[in-house]
């Protein structure tokens, strides 16, 4: 046995212990592999959403990179750490320093190149399913399976770059002061955990105040409270792990009448120690999780803001001519052929408002002038669009402020207008949008139709709204007017514009290709924090045989032995999971504030899905890690 | 020649009370000598045994392995005295569980970038003579605590160091693998003229030896040898226990 065979069998007969580390290493690279090929895939690279689909995804390399740097480290370095004894047997016999930080070198090499080699493997296999389904979502023809050599280079390199670099580090990890203190470590009875009430309570305080915050976040508060909400959330978690938990056992543990009953007193005591050696651990399957659930979360609610569109432009087109230059009737001629030639059936209206010239308003800065729309032309507009109207009618110089969107607030303004110096005060928004923001740019008003009779304006303009009953139908009409569905309102232009089903596709399409860039990045995550818990269980597996052994001398019937080891895995597996539930659950709510329309939906159904995945997996471990526990008890 | 010799060695323990494990321990060891330290538990049998292994560093005083002060070279001398001076012997054997028997076996080689040819022919050397050539490509797992002792024997001798140090080699074995263990080091010990420093509690294994040290409360305290009769021997060695006033349990190893 050569030195470079030794070190190979001791990765090889190890497999047991690297598998979930080097599956969840090839995951990483085969995913990576994947935007990769989306990056330089030749038919890709054109249209607008289609340069976005490219940054995203080069955003996605730089954050898989960077997470993958973070996790082989992670990783790396508790298994140096689960190996103190085998380092101390190998300087008895008079292995030198430099040797082992070679061992420790080809080791980490061996496995990260067997992980470039089969993630890039299952890439080539696998690459055309992917390229056919991200093409589906970002909304392209099917894209033939194209081997780009510049994929192939970017990632083998970019790999074998982070393995290098995690491999040097790692050798400096490896400290080793004194023999004797390796020799001994993993001997050493388990000390009693310590926690301080302190720190536990000061846990409990940071995660109840920053879910408060949370969960009463609203439009104007929430950026301000983003960051020391997390950071709050991040602290709380690790003292939750390393102090609150144990804390709370410690407490079960006094309570005779529960804990001397059968085999619960295994359960809770292990479970003190476990909490606390598992504590880190947790912490990070926890973090991690919440950012996969948050990442996948956020963009499948993202499909409301979809369903939003309509909200927001109540015309599936809507046209807004500035004056009365003959261009503006021209458009609207085009317009209405194209809707005859698709066939579709539509009805259409025109509403004129008015700009009344101001004198003041208690506003920061007053406006020259505000555009005003009359009660009777809110509700036409509100009943063509298929809303009911149940809004009460304004008399005399009652006023609602003209809601552009879903995020308009009232402010309690009021106007005085230099005809007449009447006094409006608007305090009330109208229930929704009148016109979109985008079309009128500024403040509005919705007056009573007498009053809108009364005023005289100082110019008008014309609002024409023509309304479908499928919103998609309308994309694509009249793509020389307007721009990605929009033409914006500017002082110069004669008009401005919108087009539903066009801005529709468009945040669809993007939203789809968002939702394909998340999903793979969580499942990157979720496995990642799947392969910290395995390692755990594996690393503990000795420990636990013999800990086991003991329990099964004393009597211990196979149907308990099971019960046992059910409820610590579970515990192991589901108690991160469900704090990562809850974290996720209180960053919804706080997300909540930014839609009008509930995101309750989404939010379960991704929730519920990564529940699933982790009862897979628990089920899958169970059964094999019982079974390897078996083999030793008999 | 003195293979080994310990020279006014003390080693003081620092924390909260410092303790003295070890007081002015002279004595040596001749090359082909095989020799128990026998004690009560906290005499510092294992303390002067990790000095010895170059394990840890004592307070004061000088340890001379084939003439060479191991605890005066740096860390990568220490590291190549301990491969090619000393072999081990442990109470929970310490194989790698990754490897097979033989690959146990000649890790001390491996280390040193021996040929495979020299491997091979020290390895089939060394297990015949230990009666472990038929369980080579096994795992560690799949052998008998004896089976593991001798592989262990076996790679701590299969570089012909000056010294072998054991620590409870029979600690973890029923009396039958313990004779077995036990004749194994006699054997190498007459037929190889391998020299062997051992630190246990069983009388039974240390009847084995030429001459058993005695330590109490980290000083010499006595020192017995053998003579012809290991019968004899062995209730000396009885004898010399209650006199020490040992622990019981020091005691309770008799297997006659």
């Known amino acids: 046995m050569t030195f470079p065979q030794f070190v190979y069998r001791n990765v090889v007969r190890n497999k047991r212990t690297y598998a979930a580390y080097f599956l969840s290493s090839a995951f990483s690279v085969l995913i990576f592999f994947v935007y990769a090929l989306f990056i330089f895939h030749p038919d890709i690279k054109q249209g607008v959403t289609k340069t976005a689909a490219i940054q995203l995804m080069t955003a996605a390399e730089v954050i898989m990179y960077v997470f993958s740097f973070l996790f082989v480290l992670y990783s790396v370095s508790t298994f140096l750490k689960s190996r103190k004894r085998e380092f101390g047997i190998l300087m008895m016999h008079g292995m030198t320093r430099n040797q082992l930080n070679l061992m420790v070198f080809l080791e980490n090499m061996l496995i990260g190149i067997g992980a470039i080699v089969v993630g890039i493997g299952l890439g080539l296999i696998t690459g055309k399913l992917f390229l056919m389904i991200g093409a589906k979502m970002i909304g392209i023809g099917p894209l033939r399976f194209y081997f780009s050599e510049k994929a192939l280079l970017l990632t083998t390199f970019a790999f074998i770059i982070l393995f290098f670099c995690i491999s040097l580090f790692t050798t400096a990890l490896v400290r080793v002061n004194k023999l004797i203190d390796l020799f001994q470590a993993g001997e050493k009875p388990k000390t009693e955990p310590k926690v301080s009430p302190f720190l536990s309570l000061l846990s409990a305080v940071l995660l109840i105040a920053s879910y408060y915050l949370a969960a009463t976040a609203t439009l104007q508060t929430l950026i301000i409270r983003m960051l020391p909400v997390i950071a709050m959330t991040i602290v709380g978690t690790y003292f939750f792990y390393t102090q609150l938990s144990v804390f709370i056992t410690k407490l079960l543990q006094k309570n005779r009448g529960l804990f001397w009953r059968k085999t619960n007193m295994i359960t809770i005591s292990s479970l003190r120690y476990r909490l606390k050696d598992n504590a880190r651990m947790f912490f990070m399957v926890t973090i991690v999780s919440t950012v996969a659930f948050c990442a996948v979360g956020t963009l499948a609610s993202m499909n409301v803001m979809n369903r939003q569109v309509k909200q927001d432009f109540p015309a599936e087109i809507s046209y807004l001519a500035n004056d009365d230059q003959p261009v503006n009737q021209q458009n609207l001629v085009q317009i209405e052929t194209e809707l005859k030639e698709r066939k579709l059936e539509y009805t259409s209206h025109q509403i004129p408002i008015k700009y009344i010239a101001v004198a003041s308003s208690t506003d920061r800065f007053t406006p020259k002038e505000i555009p005003v729309v009359s009660f009777s032309d809110y509700e036409k507009i509100m009943t063509s669009a298929g809303n009911a109207f149940k809004e009460k009618r304004l008399a005399g110089k009652e006023v609602l402020g003209m809601r552009t969107g879903s995020f308009s607030n009232p402010e309690g303004v009021t106007y005085t207008l230099k005809q007449d110096h009447i006094k409006l005060r608007q305090n009330k928004m109208s229930k929704n949008t009148v016109l979109p923001m985008q079309l009128i740019f500024s403040e509005g008003l919705v007056i009573s139709d007498e009053l809108f009779e009364k005023v005289t304006p100082e110019n008008t303009k014309i609002y024409t709204g023509f309304y479908t009953s499928d919103l998609k139908k309308t994309s694509g009409i009249g793509e020389n007017l307007v721009e990605h569905g929009m033409k914006f309102y500017s002082d110069k232009g004669p008009y401005s514009m919108s087009v539903s089903g066009t801005i529709y596709e468009n945040q669809m399409s993007m939203y789809k290709m968002m939702l394909f860039v998340a999903l793979l990045i969580g499942a990157v995550f979720f496995i990642a924090a799947g392969s910290f818990l395995y390692f755990r269980l594996y690393a503990d597996l000795d420990y636990d045989r013999r800990h086991y052994l003991t329990i099964t001398k004393v009597g211990l019937t196979n149907q308990e032995l099971n019960k046992i080891v059910t409820r610590q895995l579970s515990l192991l597996f589901f108690v991160p999971i469900l704090v990562a539930f809850l974290h996720s659950v209180f960053a919804f709510m706080a997300l909540q504030s930014l839609f009008s329309l509930s995101i309750a939906k989404e939010i379960v159904i991704v929730l519920a899905s990564f529940l699933i995945a982790q009862f897979i997996y628990f089920f899958l471990i169970r059964f094999r890690y019982l079974r390897n526990l078996k083999k030793t008890l008999v | ?256």
């Open chain 2, 1 to 256: 020649m003195s293979i080994l010799e310990v020279r006014h060695l003390e080693k003081i323990y620092e924390g909260k009370v410092a303790h003295k494990a070890l007081d002015n321990i002279n004595f040596s060891i001749e090359k082909g000598e095989f020799v128990g330290i026998m004690g009560p538990s906290g005499s510092g049998k294992t303390t002067l045994l990790n000095l010895i292994a170059t394990i840890d560093r004592p307070t004061a005083g000088e340890i001379f392995i084939n003439g060479k002060n191991p605890h005066v070279l740096n860390r990568k001398e220490t590291a190549l005295f301990r491969r090619h001076e000393l072999g081990f012997v442990f109470q929970h054997f310490n194989l790698l569980d990754t490897l097979t028997v033989e690959e146990n076996i000649v890790l001390p080689l491996t280390l040193d970038g021996e040929s495979v040819k020299e491997m091979d022919k020290k390895l089939q050397y060394v297990t015949k003579k230990l009666g472990i050539d038929s369980i080579l490509k096994k795992r560690t797992y799949e052998i008998s605590g004896g089976q593991m002792q001798r592989t262990a024997i076996a790679r701590s001798i299969i570089h012909s160091p000056s010294l072998i140090l054991a620590d409870e080699p029979t600690g973890n074995l029923d009396s039958k693998a313990s004779k077995d263990v036990m004749e194994t080091f006699t054997a190498i010990n007459k037929e190889e003229k391998a020299t062997a420093l051992m630190v246990t509690h069983d009388p039974f294994a240390a009847s084995y030896c030429h001459r058993v040290i005695f330590i109490k409360d980290g000083k010499l305290y006595n020192e017995i040898y053998r003579g012809e009769n290991r019968q004899a021997f062995f209730q000396k060695i009885m004898d010399m226990l209650a006199l020490l006033g040992g622990e019981s349990r020091d005691l309770s190893a008799v297997r006659l």
